[in-house]
């Protein structure tokens, strides 16, 4: 290879490494002169690349998105981080991605080098990832283009309008209700994906299911950005703790309400400070016999508040405990 085109493969991998660089700085690293930088420059847009120039004072050069996607430098780490993303983690969280994740992987694996190659296929054959069916039921696509659309109403600060379909409390099917919010933050986690909003309609912050929205057409209406009371991943947390199990229950638990949050999983129950002994555990599950179990594993002294019902799967719990410390024991009802 030429020096030249080593030297133009070494500009490219800076220039696109930081956002903006001035001549001198290229110059300085590259051990050249400020007018070959200019030609070298003038090399790259030539074969495609969009190398823009800024003027003044703190100008210099940049490279900008272009009309298509120009090749990419990538050191071994990246191109590593890379190849492992689109084979492990492949479509979990965004739907449709499965051929487009296999077209890039095996362009990648062209040109890496035979040793970054063994590695990402030693790890890629060495995992797997279990789909149980608790974790195949949290794990629900989203169609890219929807979170481009929320992310793009994220960016420019337009409110945007979507039916909702509510959760299944085991009463009644999921029911669809048109909402208008302000979306402020896009969370992925335990394999979905959450919009934080303001709901103009309830006045209040909320947190909704990517995959129960279909969302309509774009806005254009700008919205003043209001102030997050907490970070959006916390606010995801509580919703989820609060939202969408069949049966809730509350508690008021003798302990600090710190030695609480250290024992529960923040996505299963809220803890409210009552004073510096005494805490209220709001929490849910599936049945009001879960949360008796999930209770007994809490390890705190505990009475019940609400429901009065929760009382009798505790009384049914704690006589079959009972009955197993006690095998002579009269047997649980």
């Known amino acids: 290879m030429s020096t030249t085109a080593v030297r133009l493969l070494a500009l490219l991998s800076l220039m696109q490494a930081r956002s903006s660089w001035t001549g001198p700085e290229l110059a300085e690293r590259l051990g050249v002169s ?11 847009r030539e074969l495609g690349y969009p190398v823009a120039t800024d003027r003044g004072v703190h100008g210099g050069y940049r490279i900008e998105a272009g009309a298509r996607m120009p090749p990419l430098l990538l050191d071994d780490d990246e191109a590593t981080a890379i190849a492992i993303s689109l084979s492990t983690l492949g479509p979990q969280l965004i739907a449709g991605i499965d051929e487009s994740a296999a077209r890039a992987l095996a362009k990648l694996e062209q040109v890496i080098p035979s040793r970054l190659r063994q590695q990402v296929a030693a790890l890629r054959d060495a995992t797997e990832t279990p789909q149980t ?15 481009a659309a929320l992310a793009t109403a994220i960016q420019e600060s ?5 039916d909702y379909v509510k959760a299944d409390t085991g009463h009644s099917p999921g029911a669809s209700e048109k909402r208008r ?5 896009l969370v992925a986690w335990n394999g979905r994906w959450y919009l934080v909003a303001y709901d103009l309609d309830r006045d209040d912050w909320r947190t909704f299911r990517v995959d129960r929205m279909a969302l309509g057409a774009r806005t254009y209406r700008p919205f003043d950005a209001r102030t997050l009371p907490t970070d959006a991943s916390t606010l995801v947390l509580r919703g989820v703790a609060g939202a969408g199990w069949r049966a809730h229950a509350r508690v008021i638990v003798q302990a600090p309400a710190a030695e609480v949050l250290a024992r529960i999983d923040a996505t299963v129950g809220t803890v409210e400070l009552l004073d510096e002994s005494t805490s209220a555990l709001v929490t849910g599950a599936d049945s009001l016999e879960r949360i008796a179990a999930y209770l007994g594993m809490l390890g705190l002294d505990f009475a019940v508040d609400q ?20 095998p002579g024991g009269a047997p649980a009802t």
Request: with cysteine; proline share 9%; glycine share 2%.
């Open 158 to 162: 337009e409110w945007c309008r979507f």
């Open 34 to 44: 400020d007018r070959t930088i200019r030609t070298d420059v003038d090399r790259l």
């Open 133 to 147: 069916p608790a974790r195949a039921r949290r794990e629900t696509p989203v169609a890219p283009q929807v979170l």
């Open 307 to 326: 429901p009065a019902e929760l009382r009798t799967h505790l009384r049914t719990l704690g006589q079959r405990y009972l009955a197993a410390a006690d």
């Open 181 to 185: 919010v302000e979306p402020y933050r």
